[in-house]
């Protein structure tokens, strides 16, 4: 059987532009772009992926308007009003990564709410990154480290198992994909997509729909992953 990724990464981009597109307020992209949240977590636990990390917010979006920062903070409530039922149908588990912290208190309400909810599920985890910055959690994870060694908690013997164990998000990324054509990575996971296949597709989030999703699947299974070894041919 073809392998299929375990820890797949999605940077769900291009709300605002299909949006303008069809002359909507960018709010209206994501508001559909949260249905296809819906969309992209069953499809992916339906092909076995094992944890679905989604970038909802990044560390930098709070530089946008106070409006559209304020409707991305409402989001969270109105996407988990309408989905929870299903993701507990389904036996998926809501965890985030981020600082929760710096959001409005019905949004944090809401988050952990999910999360308690979900949290007897077992089967896919469906992670909402969120004011997630990857610096950010490196720079977490650097003082965290010295803080510790400094009152003499640990050793200073810091190796990659340890440097893992202080983020966010603990798996290597095994696929990345980034919607809506700009081929960047945006401060999402620097450190655990360090050997991730990466595929940018031209669509939209908005638009990106199951058979998307599959079509990526297939072309990750496409590729050969050698991690600086070589091909199994050769
Ligand atoms: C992604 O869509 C959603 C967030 C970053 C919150 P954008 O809002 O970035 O959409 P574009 O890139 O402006 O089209
Ligand atoms: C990345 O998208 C962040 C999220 C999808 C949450 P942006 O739209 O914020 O990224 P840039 O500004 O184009 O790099
Ligand atoms: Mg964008």
């Known amino acids: 059987m073809l ?47 094992q944890k679905l990390i989604l970038y909802a917010f990044s560390t930098e979006n709070w530089k946008r308007p106070e409006d559209e920062v304020s409707y991305l903070c409402k989001l969270p409530g109105l996407f988990f009003n309408k989905f929870i039922q ?16 710096k959001f409005p208190e019905n949004t944090k309400a809401v988050i952990r709410k999910a999360v308690n909810q979900t949290a007897v599920n077992t089967g ?13 959690e490196l720079v977490l994870a650097m003082q965290n480290y010295a803080n510790q060694v400094a009152s003499g908690q640990r050793e200073n013997d810091i190796q990659e198992q340890e440097v893992n164990e202080l983020l966010f998000v603990q798996e290597n990324v095994d696929l990345m994909i980034r919607t809506s054509g700009e081929c960047r990575i945006s401060n999402f996971l620097l450190w655990q997509i360090a050997y991730a296949e990466l595929i940018f597709t031209p669509t939209p989030w908005p638009d990106f729909d199951e058979q998307a999703l599959q079509q990526c699947i297939a072309e990750y299974q496409n590729r050969d992953r050698r991690f600086g070894g070589l091909s199994n041919e050769d």
């Open 124 to 136: 896919m985890e469906l992670c909402l990154a969120i004011n997630y910055g990857s610096q950010r």
């Open 86 to 101: 299903e993701l507990m149908d389904n036996n998926i588990r809501v965890t985030f990564a981020g600082e929760l912290e």
């Open 3 to 49: 392998n299929t990724p375990q820890t797949v990464a999605i940077i769900m981009d291009g709300n605002g532009r299909w949006a303008k597109k069809q002359n909507l307020p960018r709010t209206a992209g994501h508001k559909k772009g949260a249905d296809r949240v819906r969309d992209i977590a069953l499809e992916a636990k339906r092909l076995g992926i």
